[in-house]
């Protein structure tokens, strides 16, 4: 069992940054493909970003494109999402999770960590 647990998240400005890491218990992370997911309120949760092995290939929503980087540091088995120019519709709760498989959905996650508040006020 793979446990993943994020931190970093907060309250911040619209316009302000966070970044928000996700680290393990598990012997390595290397072999998964990494990233983050995120659910408002009353929405259905959906990806954010995500890294593949090796950390040279990222997939990022169109909403966070330009603004949010992903990044991973295997020997510290921890998973960084560096968030820019928050807006108030970046607010939700902040899941990293961790798949065997590149196709980047809620189904195909194999563990998520417990979520992370992130909070934008304008």
């Known amino acids: 069992q793979v446990q993943l647990v994020e931190s970093g998240g907060g309250s911040v400005q619209a316009g302000g940054s966070l970044r928000l890491s996700c680290t393990t218990s598990a012997y390595t992370l290397s072999t998964y493909y990494m990233g983050w997911f995120r659910q408002g309120p009353g929405k259905e949760r959906e990806a954010v970003a995500r890294i593949n092995t090796g950390g040279a290939t990222t997939y990022y929503a169109d909403s966070v494109k330009g603004r949010f980087t992903i990044s991973r540091d295997d020997a510290k088995k921890t998973v960084y999402l560096q968030m820019n120019s928050l807006k108030p519709e970046d607010t939700a709760m902040y899941y990293c999770?961790?798949?065997?498989?590149?196709?980047?959905?809620?189904?195909?996650?194999?563990?998520w960590g417990q979520g992370t508040q992130v909070t934008v006020s304008s």
């Open positions: 999770a961790a798949s065997g498989l590149s196709r980047w959905s809620p189904e195909s996650v194999d563990y």
